[in-house]
């Protein structure tokens, strides 16, 4: 077991995850936003200011505008005993570490809240979410419908008042019923068309409402959660040592260890967990085999939905991705759910023997350039492909802001932001890699940026075996000794993102002094890298609406959560 | 019957074909018109049976096999040698599968189509010679007879799309006929090349057209197969084909993913065997009209009782191709279809057709 692994902690570097030394000039944030404070409020990870709902707006626009905040990470609604809260998480694309969180306090009586969505469109979904799980309106939201939860559901889940042994008793016919005979409009010569949930191209359980004008696309609507399982609640009902982190698995399923590190990383920041340097490397190393499993599947998947058949493509990408699976199932006994992280570093370390399991990586490694121009030669170098795929789904980086994207979707459009480079963790600042761009802004540019990607985190792993292998024997700490009953001080939050396959995962946390989290809130790079899709598709081909889907890498479990 | 490339299977003037023969075995052709018609069906019975046995190696089996071997993969290996009794186990499998009838289905035409489907393909192939004397009719017109048959199934995919009641088919049938028309025109123009290097459209002309010998080095005949003497026709053919056949690059109509399965997403059981046994045998028909008219028909080393064999083998061989194809080449999209057949191959064609001519002028 992994407590009986544990030893003194050596090699430890305290600040090590905590590399805020560039952070974002508070006193000028002040003077800033002076007219609009109500009080200070504290947050691990980022100046805190209460404001007024009704200047929401007011306040992000003079925030993006004169400060240059123009990513709006994360909004957290939750409810205390009191009050309710809208959190805002705003930060920059071009400097990480430069964070503000505004705070929204609203009467318990009446949750009602400015909307944000003129200033940031991605407060869009993250609006109607909130409304949906906690109840919290937004004036003025251009769509204030449910999003995760059928539109006839009752009551808020993630209020404090709610009554989960109430069932769910809901006539059919107040559900909106997809399969309506007409839904064609006197004098329309559009057609309306349910492209999922049942569909080959959908990737998971995704409901796409279609208005087509022939084989053009002239609206399309994504209906979500038929996925969604309340990951939330479930993970504040687990204890933070423990039952939290496995859950992070089951978010982003195709390529789950990096989002095991956003738990790890929001939990420690919130408990002042320290991680042994040993640790941070076994870390990095595989959360990077993690990210070429996301990769991999991307771009074979992609390939499935501009190809339409299972081909060789498609299959070159199983059978990389096999070879990683065994990789890591010899390192974390697992092929799926990994559950590799712990608090404090890493359920175990490589496995015995070391030398041959470093050498099965290095074998992999040593043939992934061959594969990698296979993947050239069959798929970005073919012309259909390229005819296909240049200049479709075209998603300009000013969109991709406003719409929050991050990740590959982000970087294909020439955005240079990777949260593991620009709020370093783990051991990527001692590493020599390259964060990727491409300018394409289409679906091109994404799938080239997910094949240079992979090459980049080749890299990434080289360099941690290399320091894996040389590492002094008696220094070889797991994990730091974290309590069995891990308590942070009541109020405590924090708000900490780190960079997994689709883009930036966040994760917020606030601590009421118990063994498990009185707020637990996900920020999914999926779920918003989904919203943008309308911007992509509309006005296109329905085919190229299949294929900006699939270069959307969304996956079902990150998006519903 | 000396074999060898210079002697032609099925020379003009003592052309015996298939009904004859059976005629003359089974002393049917004593019994005059009845016996004569008999004699046809039970020949139309063969030749039938042969190109649906293919097609049932070829779906559940050969198809498997083979994109296994384009994809790292194994396939069926669990029946039989190389798991060759699949196909038995498929037939029982798809056959006893429910038959679901959408509700609003436009019941007759619903019910036509994968027939029309399935037989308009098995039409094409009684005016193609096969070799060895399996060739059941031989009019004046046969290269015309077959493009037209083949067109047929434009129609059924249409009637497919449209009485299935669902929008995904619709879409699919809608996409066949603009493909159809857009890639029909090109083919039968390219066609019409062969045939004035021929000079007829008789089938079994065109074959012994293509007997003699182009240049002979070393005592090595080169035949003269339209496929060595117009190659760019011959490519432009093979294009319009796969188009044609709706294979990719150009699968659009079905196009899964996109789709789903197009005009075929609401057929199950025997419609959906009977509508992919056409697609196939669709296959086959443009294998075997290139076959003939590209590459010598059933010519081949060997004495001219292995015709059929060699037949077989090009059919074959354009098989392999589309499977190939499949595997490795990414779909067009729709607009990109119609702009490569109008803009692109039509174009060439014609091109094509005024270089045939001009060739055809110098040689004489």
């Known amino acids: 077991m992994s407590e009986q692994r544990q030893r003194e902690p050596k090699g430890i570097d305290p600040e ?29 990870n980022a100046p805190g200011f209460v404001i007024r709902p009704d200047d929401v707006q007011e306040v992000l626009a003079l925030l993006r505008d004169e400060a240059g905040f123009d990513h709006l990470s994360c909004l957290t609604p939750q409810e205390y005993e009191d009050r309710y809260e809208s959190i805002l998480h705003l930060t920059k694309y071009a400097n990480r570490t430069h964070e503000v969180t505004l705070v929204v306090q609203l009467p318990k009586h009446e949750p009602v809240c400015q909307t944000a969505e003129p200033v940031f469109r991605t407060a869009d979904w993250h609006e109607r979410e ?79 409402e279609t208005v087509l004008d022939g084989e053009t696309v002239v609206d399309v609507d994504p209906d979500i959660g038929y996925l969604h399982r309340c990951e939330e609640q479930m993970c504040q009902n687990g204890t933070y040592r423990h039952q939290i982190i496995p859950y992070a698995d089951r978010w982003d399923y195709t390529a789950n260890l990096p989002n095991e590190w956003a ?70 006994g697992q092929r799926m759910m990994f559950y590799f992280f712990r608090l404090g ?35 970005t170098g073919n012309e259909i492909f390229q005819l296909r795929t240049i200049n479709t789904g075209v998603l300009e980086p000013e969109v991709a802001k406003d719409y929050g994207c991050t990740g590959p979707v982000a970087r294909g459009s020439g955005i240079d932001y990777d949260v593991r480079r620009d709020d370093p963790y783990g051991y990527y600042d001692e590493l020599e890699w390259d964060v990727v761009t491409e300018d394409g802004c289409d679906n ?30 008696d220094e070889r700490t797991v994990q730091s000794n974290v309590p069995r009953t891990l308590k942070p001080d009541a109020g405590t939050e924090t708000y900490r993102t780190v960079e997994i396959a689709k883009g930036e995962l966040g994760v917020y946390v606030r601590s009421d002094g118990s063994n498990s989290p009185a707020r637990f809130k996900i920020r999914s790079p999926c779920f918003h890298n989904l919203s943008a899709l309308p911007e992509m598709a509309n006005g296109e081909y329905v085919a190229d609406l299949i294929a900006s889907l699939g270069s959307l890498d969304i996956v079902l479990g990150s998006v519903d959560r | 019957m000396v074999g060898g490339y210079a002697t032609a299977p099925l020379q003009n003037g003592d052309t015996i074909l298939l009904p004859e023969r059976i005629g003359e075995l089974t002393g049917l052709d004593g019994f005059g018109v009845g016996g004569e018609l008999l004699a046809t069906f039970l020949a139309a019975f063969v030749i039938g049976n042969l190109m649906l046995a293919m097609t049932g190696v070829a779906g559940p089996w050969a198809k498997r096999k083979i994109t296994a071997a384009f994809t790292d993969r194994i396939a069926v290996n669990r029946l ?43 039409l094409g192939f009684a005016v193609i010679p096969m070799g060895s004397g399996v060739h059941l009719a031989d009019p004046e017109v046969g290269l015309a007879y077959v493009f037209a048959v083949s067109g047929i199934a434009s129609l059924g995919l249409v009637m497919a799309g449209y009485s299935s009641a669902n929008k995904y088919s619709l879409i699919g049938g809608l996409r066949a006929v603009a493909q159809n028309i857009a890639y029909e025109i090109p083919l039968v123009v390219t066609g019409m090349s062969v045939v004035i290097f021929a000079g007829t459209l008789q089938m079994s002309e065109i074959v012994a057209a293509q007997a003699e010998p182009l240049v002979s080095f070393a005592g090595l005949d080169i035949p003269r197969w339209y496929a060595l003497v117009n190659p760019f026709a011959f490519v432009l053919f093979l294009v319009a084909n796969f188009a044609e056949v709706g294979r990719n690059p150009f699968d659009t109509p079905e196009a899964p993913t996109e789709i789903v399965a197009g005009y075929q997403t609401e057929y199950s059981s025997v419609y959906f065997v ?38 077989i083998v090009k059919i074959w061989a354009i098989f392999l191709l589309t499977q190939w194809l499949r595997s490795a080449v990414p779909r067009v ?31 004489a």
């Open chain 1, 16 to 44: 090590y995850d905590h590399l805020r030394e560039d952070g974002v000039d508070e006193e000028r944030l002040e003077s800033l936003l002076s007219e609009y404070t109500l009080r200070r409020d504290e947050h691990e």
């Open chain 1, 130 to 208: 909130a409304f949906d799980l906690v109840g919290i309106e937004y004036e003025g939201h251009p769509d204030p419908r449910r999003i995760l939860l059928p539109e006839s559901w009752q009551g808020h889940p993630l209020t404090l008042d709610y009554d989960q042994e109430k069932p769910q008793v809901v006539s059919y016919t107040e559900h909106a019923n997809p399969i309506q005979p007409d839904h064609r409009e006197a004098e329309s010569d559009t057609m309306f068309l349910n492209i999922g949930p049942h569909h080959p191209a959908t990737h998971g359980v995704l409901h796409l």
């Open chain 1, 263 to 332: 738990v790890a990383r929001a939990i420690e920041d919130l408990a002042d967990i320290e991680v042994p340097e040993y640790a941070q490397i076994l870390r990095t190393m595989s959360v990077e085999f993690g990210r070429m499993l996301g990769h991999f599947l991307a771009v074979s998947t992609f390939a499935l939905d501009v190809y339409g058949d299972f081909t060789a493509i498609f299959q070159y990408g199983m059978r990389d991705r096999e070879v990683v699976q065994d990789i890591l199932e010899d390192l974390t």
């Open chain 1, 345 to 379: 570093g890493v359920a175990w370390d490589l496995p015995e023997p070391r030398e041959e399991w470093i050498e099965k990586c290095r074998d992999f490694l040593d043939e992934l350039p061959s594969k990698v121009d296979e993947y050239h030669d069959l798929l």
């Open chain 1, 444 to 473: 091109h540019a994404r799938v080239l940026v997910r094949l240079r990607e992979v090459e980049e985190s080749a890299k990434i792993i080289e360099q941690c075996l290399d320091l894996l292998e040389d590492w002094p024997e």
């Open chain 2, 80 to 122: 039989g040698p190389g798991g060759i009794f699949i196909i038995l186990a498929d037939a029982v499998r798809l056959l006893s599968k429910e038959l679901v009838v959408p509700e609003n289905a436009d019941r007759p035409a619903y019910d036509l189509a994968p027939i029309v489907v399935a037989g308009s393909a098995l």
């Open chain 2, 274 to 311: 009977l509508i992919y046994l056409g697609e196939f045998l669709h296959i086959f028909l443009g294998g075997g009209i290139i076959a003939t008219i590209f590459l010598g028909g059933p010519a081949g080393p060997g004495p001219a009782a292995l015709g059929i064999v060699w037949f």
């Open chain 2, 333 to 363: 999209r729709i607009d990109q279809l119609i702009e490569i057949g109008w803009k692109g191959l039509l174009v060439l064609s014609f091109a094509n057709l005024i270089l045939t001519a001009v060739i055809v002028g110098v040689l």
